[in-house]
Nanobody, 119 residues
Framework: QVQLVESGGGLVQAGGSLRLSCAASGRIFSTYVMAWFRQTPGKERKFVASISWSGGSTYYTDSVKGRFAISRDDAKNTVYLQMNSLKTEDTAVYYC????????????WGQGTQVTVSS
């Protein structure tokens, strides 16, 4: 079992920055893929960014490329999402997730943290 706890969400003006954190505990292995997703009311959850735990390979959805950066601290079992130049359309609940088998299936999810970007 893997437990994930997100933090760092909040209210920010457009153009501002936030850094989200996701602390993982439980059966953590260096091969896990970690990712961030986001969801707005009435919409499906969407992929934002991912990072391989040991290799450091990163992937982003097009709408956040150049503005968001995913990183990880292996010693702390923590993944971060640095969000810069925030836009109102970035407003969502952000979720951390783990893909233990590296098969594109995220088996573990955090409880989510709200990010609200005001105009």
């Amino acid at each position: 079992q893997v437990q994930l706890v997100e933090s760092g969400g909040g209210l920010v003006q457009a153009g501002g920055s936030l850094r989200l954190s996701c602390a993982a505990s439980g059966r953590i292995f260096s091969t896990y893929v970690m990712a961030w997703f986001r969801q707005t009311p009435g919409k499906e959850r969407k992929f934002v960014a991912s990072i391989s735990w040991s290799g450091g390979s990163t992937y982003y959805t097009d709408s956040v490329k150049g503005r968001f950066a995913i990183s990880r601290d292996d010693a702390k079992n923590t993944v971060y999402l640095q969000m810069n130049s925030l836009k109102t359309e970035d407003t969502a609940v952000y979720y951390c997730a783990v893909d233990p088998q590296r098969d594109g299936l995220y088996d573990y999810w955090g409880q989510g943290t709200q990010v609200t970007v005001s105009s």
